[in-house]
């Protein structure tokens, strides 16, 4: 048998045999038989070729080792291996171009991939590999500040890398030819690199490939210098926006999604982009030179594409923006001078304006324009101003004669001559220290502090303020007792009326409560809409459909806190971040919810964090600069910060919080824990370590006179002197009780009527509301009575007892100071009663 199909004429034979006699077998023999079909071409011309890009790689790693990968295993091929002469793992003498896939066959040299529209480039696509081996290194970790330390751009990876071979070069360019002539559907700009149809995962060729000598050889895309020197010359007046750059990266090719910030996905196509067309100048951000390559590019290749980017990049220069609403310079400060433009037909409601004031004090600033009399009354009574008035003159007159308590009126009448008008300020309140007259009133507070001081509590600030006055305030034991390994001070440090203190969680609302107060007041901020319209990214797993609200309301549906500082968190070691940036980028994609939105309330630091970053978002500062400089300065309050001893402050002006860091006395342990006594840094794990100190949440320092002059401010509902920082509208939609529990407004706490007692003690009205903080801080604002309490405490600053169940209690929380409401319960009392 053998031998009989070894002869070619019955090899020839049986050839022939089988053309014409071959059929199909089984039951398609009944249907069909090849000798019999009759089939006739007819040329459809609605179809395309398959192959659709030509893919450059490099090997990353040598010859021999490549072989391997893409031949005998690894589950990766490509159609196309071309060696380097200088490769010792290389056999041969002469460099030629290896076949290992059919083109048309599917190599898998792509993976997960993109561009201009399409998934599995693989399955459309020619691969060629090309030996060359970079040389990358990465830092040790905890030293990056980069959102994925493993990116392929990550700045905690340094890459050299090497010019290719010119040999290689030249078999590349005449392999490429003869692709591109077999295959007419690959356009210039479907000739790619790995890195720009898989930007996060991938930067081979890497930015030594000669993408501009195969231009010139007639393969891939490049651009014209006359059109990129126009683009240059137009960006360099009005630098595109980034959600702009992102449209025209993905109009050209890559799969990015347009999100308006510079995220890990935007350095790394960028990172792609310019390795391609500007690869002296790799840095992933998004400078005018890429910008004007890319619309050159797109100007040359996909002209209508670029038309409608220049149209948008048109109306986004010319975009006014929302008006942002001005804010006053007192509580009546007339944006429109008097007499009144705006006009109401009763008569009676024009001209005329309330405010807040303490008997005996206050006082009015007068601008004239072109008025040389007006009749000015205040509470009724009519000012005694000099007149003739002088036009563009500044008048200020003490109201102390006519002002009363709490509600004071203002009519203005008579503005003379005819058409003349005039601008009217009257500050709001501002404190008065009267401390000193008070101290037989508090004396019984004096006593509660003190003996616990004598029990063992470490120390406290107490200031108390009522009807625009500080009543009491008064230094209590020690600033700090113990020394780093916990033995005590034989000197402690005495507390001081200016200790700092870490504030804790009233962060919460008098850093962010009050910044998002501010830009609601302004109209930058809507409570009422989805937190993704602030910050884009914040979407999947029913993100979309949080409100800001719900994270003012804790409805959000997030745990307390996620524990982000420690590989041992409760959800794994893909959230321990002790990166800033990579923390962000985990709030804002990757904490799953515990519940769904308002289906259970949970106080929760998540939703704080996220609202610290939506301040961030909104003002384009971080939190600390934005609140520092647009709310604290402008009070006169120098501290009240976050990061001090990165801002000149010494260890010894705080209180001392834990005394073996956050260690728990030993018990704890993570990466780069603290096992010192805590002064100066915050406490908090999660601002500290993962989002550097500053975070929505905690991270805040203040002392209490600063916080005084804060409590007051939303005691005046809104403002302090000639300082508005939010108005009077807002103050009341942040403070009015939430609906089904009245015990928490937006973010505030409440006293409602006494369902948070150990906070606001028994006799705060309806109205107080407030915060704490873990460290021992409290405060107390309640309008009914004109009343503000801070109590700042070092509470944690103790020695830390466990039971026998293990459960572990610092000892100063076990005192009524570290306990608050009995403080607060005395100090309502001293004030209240009137003997």
């Known amino acids: 048998m053998g031998k009989f199909f070894d002869s070619d004429s019955t090899r020839s034979f049986f050839a022939s045999f089988s053309l014409k006699h071959c059929v199909v077998g089984g039951l398609a023999s009944l249907l069909l038989s090849c000798a019999t079909l009759p089939i006739e071409k007819m040329q459809s011309h609605n179809y395309s070729q398959r192959i659709k890009f030509l893919v450059m790689h490099f090997t990353a790693i040598d010859y021999e080792r490549s072989v391997r990968a893409l031949v005998d295993e690894g589950g990766l091929s490509a159609h196309y291996l071309i060696p380097e002469r200088f490769d010792p793992s290389y056999p041969d003498d002469e460099l030629k171009v290896l076949q290992l896939v059919d083109e048309n066959e599917r190599a898998w040299h792509a993976g997960y991939s993109h561009w201009q529209g399409r998934d599995g480039i693989n399955d459309q696509s020619i691969g060629i590999e090309i030996v060359n081996v970079p040389k990358c290194h990465r830092t040790t970790p905890y030293q990056s500040e980069l959102i994925n330390e493993d990116a392929e751009n990550s700045t905690a990876r340094l890459c050299i890398f090497p010019d290719y071979d010119p040999k290689q070069i030249e078999l590349l360019v005449n392999l490429s030819k003869q692709i591109l002539a077999r295959n007419p559907d690959i356009t210039p700009t479907a000739v790619v690199g790995h890195a720009d149809i898989a930007p996060t995962r991938k930067n081979d060729p890497g930015p030594r ?181 002088k036009p563009y003159q500044r008048y200020q007159y003490s109201l102390s004669k006519r002002t009363k308590d709490e509600d004071n009126t203002l009519r203005v009448e008579n503005v003379q001559p005819e058409g003349a008008s005039l601008d009217i300020r009257i500050p709001y309140p501002v404190l008065e220290d009267k401390s000193n007259q008070n101290r037989r009133k508090f004396a019984k507070v004096d006593e509660l502090i003190n003996q616990d001081i004598e029990d063992g509590f470490p120390g406290a600030v107490l200031l108390v303020m009522k009807d625009g006055k500080i009543l009491k305030h008064t230094a209590y034991g020690y600033a700090r007792k113990f020394a780093d390994g916990g033995a005590p001070l034989s000197q402690p440090v005495p507390m001081q009326k200016d200790t700092l203190f870490d504030l804790a969680s ?160 030993g018990r704890v342990d993570y990466p780069n824990i603290r096992q010192y006594v805590l002064q100066g840094e915050v406490h908090d794990e999660k601002a500290f370590y993962s989002l550097g100190g500053v975070a929505g949440h905690a991270g805040l320092f203040s002392t209490a006179s600063d916080m005084a002059v804060l409590a007051q401010v939303l005691l005046n509902r809104g403002g302090y002197g000639q300082t508005q920082v939010f108005n009077q509208d807002v103050f009341d939609q942040f403070v009015k009780p939430d609906d089904g529990d009245g015990s928490f407004g937006l973010g505030w706490r409440r006293a409602s009527n006494g369902e948070i007692k150990w906070h606001f003690g028994p006799y705060a009205s309806p109205l107080a509301f407030g915060h704490t903080g873990w460290t021992g801080t409290v405060t107390v604002m309640d309008p009914e009575h004109d009343l503000a309490i801070i109590l700042l405490t070092n509470a944690r600053h103790s020695v830390i007892e466990e039971d026998e169940e293990g459960h572990i209690e610092f000892k100063g929380k076990t005192f009524e100071t570290g306990k608050y409401g009995s403080v607060i319960s005395l100090v309502y009392e001293a004030v209240l009663n009137k003997k």
């Open 209 to 389: 490939f000669p993408w501009y000598q195969l231009y010139k050889e007639g393969i891939g895309a490049w651009y014209e210098d006359e059109t990129l020197q126009k683009y240059w010359d137009l960006f360099n007046q009005y630098q595109p926006g980034l959600g702009l750059v992102q449209k025209a990266l993905s109009d050209y090719g890559y799969g990015i999604i347009e999100t308006a910030r510079l995220d890990q996905q935007s350095i790394d196509t960028l990172s792609a982009f310019q390795a391609h067309f500007l690869p002296w100048q790799v840095t992933g951000q998004p400078t005018t030179k890429t910008a004007a390559v890319l619309f050159a590019l797109l100007e040359k290749y996909f002209p209508e594409k670029a038309e409608r980017l220049l149209a948008r990049y048109e109306n986004e220069k010319r975009v006014v923006e929302a008006p942002v609403i001005a804010m006053k310079h007192g509580q009546i400060d007339q944006l429109f001078p008097f007499p009144e433009d705006e006009r109401s037909t009763r008569e009676l409601v024009n001209d005329r304006g309330i405010f807040k004031a303490y008997k005996g004090r206050g006082e009015i600033i007068i601008d004239n324009k072109d008025a040389t009399s007006a009749d000015i009354y205040i509470n009724g009574q009519q000012l005694n101003i000099d007149l003739p008035l």
């Open 506 to 665: 009233n962060t919460k609302m008098f850093a962010t409560n009050l910044a998002l107060m501010k830009l609601m007041s302004e109209g930058k901020l809507n409570v009422n809409v989805p937190l993704m319209n602030y910050i884009p990214e914040y979407r999947g797993g029913g993100r979309e459909t949080r409100l800001v609200k719900d994270l003012l309301t804790h409805h959000a549906g997030y745990s307390p806190q996620v524990r982000f500082f420690t590989p041992d968190n409760s959800l794994g070691e893909g959230f321990y971040s002790q990166n800033t940036a990579r923390t962000k980028q985990l709030l804002a994609t990757k904490v799953p919810f515990q519940v769904g939105r308002n289906t259970k309330r949970m106080y929760s630091d998540t939703d704080y964090m996220l609202l610290g970053m939506l301040v961030e978002r909104i003002t384009g500062m971080g939190l600390d600069k934005y609140v520092e400089h647009e709310i604290y300065q402008p009070l006169g309050l120098t501290h009240t910060l976050f990061n001090p001893l990165r801002k000149g402050y010494s260890k010894q002006q705080f209180a001392a919080t834990e005394i073996h860091g956050t260690s728990r006395g």
